[in-house]
């Protein structure tokens, strides 16, 4: 095992990000790009991050991973990305990880620097979504973004599902969930209605 908990702890400042980016070679066959369930595009946003372009780090990050920071703090990467890295032998894997928390918290601490997303234009449809857990809001925002008007019906008091309510805060920082939720919530216009208990039969009850 590659990493440690203490390290899924440690942030890099701006310079400790961009010297730990310079150790990845960006080798041709990007095995931790293969080993990454969804596909992020490893070597791309660490080149982003070797030229100063934080932001631009985690918006690669966002086009395979709706919530790149949360990804960043429990992805088991010792058995994943981190593990495939080309240099581990050599001089130890690159802390794939630790870049992805860095460029995460950085975006929140930097949000005037970010492009807004803008949905495309509404189609006029309206669909329901139960549960707000990581499926439920990974659904809503893809939809949203193709022009659905997406409402959430949450029976907890907070969306995340098991990320807010099944992994504790020292694991995962409630302040990258709850933004990383909001944020995009708000972006796309979507609604979530939390405290509420309805049932497939219900929804369809209410014309979606």
């Known amino acids: 095992m590659y ?16 010297f730990e980016a310079s150790r990845c070679i960006e080798c041709d066959s990007a095995p931790c790009v293969k080993a990454c369930p969804v596909g992020v595009d490893i070597p791309m ?3 982003r ?17 709706y919530f790149p920071g949360v990804c960043g703090y429990v992805c088991p990467v010792e058995k994943l990305c981190v593990q495939r890295c080309c240099i581990t032998e050599l ?13 995460a918290e950085y975006e929140i601490e930097h949000k005037d620097e970010i492009e807004k997303i803008l949905p495309k234009k509404m189609n006029g449809k309206k669909i329901g979504i139960l ?8 659904s809503a925002f893809w939809l949203a973004e193709k022009g659905y008007q997406v409402t959430i019906y ?7 599902g098991m990320m ?11 302040k990258i969930l709850l933004t990383e939720i909001n944020d995009r919530v708000q972006e796309l ?3 979530i209605k939390t405290n509420t208990a309805i049932g497939i039969k219900e929804l369809l009850q209410m014309a979606y």
Do not use: H, W
């Open 3 to 18: 990493v440690n908990s203490e390290e899924k702890t440690k942030l890099f400042k701006p310079p400790e990000a961009i």
């Open 45 to 47: 946003f660490i080149g």
């Open 49 to 65: 991050i070797k030229m100063g372009d934080f932001i631009g780090a985690n918006k690669i990050i966002k086009e395979k991973c």
């Open 91 to 103: 001089l130890g894997p690159v802390k794939i990880n630790q870049l992805q928390q860095f460029v």
């Open 131 to 138: 549960g707000a857990g990581p499926a439920g809001l990974s």
């Open 154 to 160: 949450e029976l907890k008091e907070f969306p995340g």
């Open 164 to 174: 807010t309510y099944g992994i504790p805060q020292y694991r995962l920082p409630r």
């Open 189 to 191: 216009g979507i609604e």
